[in-house]
């Protein structure tokens, strides 16, 4: 909905310069549906963390699932994390420095 409002600002300016001659969104409105997302609870994600998964390739899922949840960082860039992000601070907490994707 987002591309379409944009698009129709771009559509609008046509219409001004004379480029087209009518607006094809004149009567239509763009609505954004409010979405609640859902959050895990500290208790759920605990759950999760002490959970025994058979297999190795899930074990792994899991982790990198949590680790999302604790540093609040996107699937993409913790799939692009290098250990030259990891950066130990004065106070010697280690801290992430990377941009995101």
């Not at 759920?44 to 990198?64: A, C």
């Not at 540093?71 to 993409?76: E, N, Q, W």
Request: with cysteine.
């Amino acid at each position: 909905m987002k591309y379409i409002n944009n698009f129709k600002k771009i559509i609008r300016i046509a219409v001004t310069h004379e480029w087209f001659s009518k607006d094809p969104f004149y009567n239509y409105k763009v609505q954004f549906k409010t979405v609640e997302r859902e959050f895990l609870s500290k208790e759920e994600l605990q759950v999760l963390v002490n959970k025994e998964i058979d297999g190795e390739r899930l074990d792994v899922v899991r982790d990198t699932f949590v680790f999302c949840c604790y540093t609040g960082l996107s699937y993409i860039d913790v799939q692009k994390l290098h250990p030259d992000n990891v950066l130990k601070h004065t106070d010697g907490r280690f801290w992430i420095k990377s941009k995101r994707t």
